[in-house]
DNA sequence: CGACTAGTTGAGGCCAGTCAATGTTGGTGG
DNA sequence: CCACCAACATTGACTGGCCTCAACTAGTCG
């Protein structure tokens, strides 16, 4: 009845000593292969844009991939940060969780997105990452982040626009969930995934949700029941095609208006 | 009518060559006593934690003190991102503006708070920050601090910390529009105002509102009436007590259970 | 095949928005 | 000092969008 992000809905205990899924944090797969200057999406992480002796550098800062299975924990709230995570494949979904069992899911996270950076205030993660598919990600230290960051300057602007991007990110998201209607929300959700999808050479009019809508609903702050009646009504308006989680955007601009309106 | 947050509402203009109140930035007061050292707020800042020497350092980035009176705009959205800005007295509050009007308050800040934290992505900020009383801030300009950051790991830490804490503020805030009814985001807002008062030495139970209903309504994605409704019902049950803008925490423990409660 | 999860669709109710009238407060100028 | 005005706030009546509850379908996996 209720999906996975309900599936631990409460009491966290804060720093586990062992984690039922840390196995999955354990398979150190290929030690000497992980090299940044060879990944599929270093342009979108924290490598981007520096120069060779540079990125040789942060090519180091990698000690670990990490392989998730679909519903692995790559990280949960109270676990003790010690890295961010580099998504290489596949995608993620974080979930907040209050003491009173009230979640939320916070993002979806997809290749070349950076996780785990609300853990670097308190020295703990905040909220939890599952990975919606089978996946990997980069672990990189970060006391090897700060250490890098102070000889290259270059690699600090990085590590300090991705923090940033994550509170435009953030931003955008408050907008939304302040100011929209629920159709709006759903609009902007789609769009701001066909967009994303682009940037990384996908397909930007045909995706496959990679969440339920009960997860999709979560995000927008809506109900599963509301997010299933406006994918039908947008489908019916010509707006969008749905199969299951196929999703086809057909009228980008209409879609684009309805979001624009502001009331 | 419309609340100072309407006053301006669409159509900002991008990388605006002379702003309106560009003046407010040029007073350029006391270049010589700016000191974090002596400041009251300087373990809320960048500045917390460091030893002498590292402190000393520190001193040396703050450049410039700025006056702002009520209503003064520190920044706006398109303007070009040089430096952050930390708050010594007074308030303010930052605001999101779309480009189809839609607008909201995005926090609402008090001494020793960063400001600006959203510009460093794209060199250009992302939002509009407002003075709602008169206050006084510090400009602590980027290149400076990335530098000194290089120099100094603690205060590196320090900076990496307040970004990441304002990830974690912006998280909150998202539960809350995302998964609370109205009353229970007015209570949690109440509880994180006299919470904030509290660890700058204010009173915790009684303090006045720097923000009109409508601005408190729009920082929680509520209408104006909603708010005011809401504050004479929790006075009417005894929780709160309001006179205008001052209000008197009377049942801290039911405000907070008013918010846990998960449906 | 049965059990389970995910998704769709309908009926009805409630919370918060909308519209509107009125009260209160604070700053300004005569 | 007080009258005036504009901004801010309160309260009521009504409306509508989204939630709740519920029944049903489709697909999946042991």
């Known amino acids: 009845m209720e999906a996975a992000v309900a599936a631990t809905p409460i009491a966290i205990p804060l720093r586990t000593t062992i984690m039922p899924r840390a196995r999955a ?84 996270h997809m290749p070349g ?4 950076l609300d853990g670097i205030g308190n020295e703990v993660h905040e909220c939890q990452a599952i990975a919606l598919e089978d996946s990997e990600v980069c ?19 990085n590590v300090h626009k991705a923090l940033s991007q994550e509170i435009a990110r953030q931003r955008s998201l408050m907008l939304l969930l302040g100011t ?7 609009a902007a959700f789609l769009l701001d995934l066909s967009q994303r999808y682009q940037a990384r050479g996908y397909s930007s009019s045909e995706f496959i949700l990679r969440m339920t809508r009960e997860e999709i609903g979560s995000y927008l702050g ?13 489908q019916q308006e010509g707006l969008i095609q749905v199969q299951g989680r196929v999703v086809k955007l057909l009228e980008r601009a209409a879609l684009k208006q ?3 309106q502001s009331n």
């Open 180 to 186: 929209m209607r629920a159709d709006q929300r759903l």
């Open 139 to 157: 672990a990189l230290p970060f006391d090897r982040i700060e250490r890098t960051a102070r000889d290259f300057a270059a690699f600090q602007h």
């Open 113 to 116: 997105d950076l996780l785990g």
């Open 25 to 108: 944090m354990l398979r150190d797969v290929s030690r000497n292969q992980v090299l940044c200057s060879i990944c599929p999406v270093r342009d979108k992480c924290l490598s981007f844009g520096l120069d060779a002796a540079t990125a040789k550098k942060v090519d180091e800062i990698v000690t670990t991939r990490i392989r998730l299975r679909k519903g692995d924990t790559l990280y949960r709230p109270g676990a003790s940060f010690t890295a961010l995570y580099a998504i290489r494949s596949g995608s993620l979904k974080t979930v907040l969780l209050a003491e009173d069992g009230r979640d939320q899911v916070a993002g979806y």
């Open 222 to 234: 809506l109900k599963l029941e509301t997010v299933s009646r406006l994918l039908s009504r947008l």
């Open 258 to 260: 309805l979001v624009g």
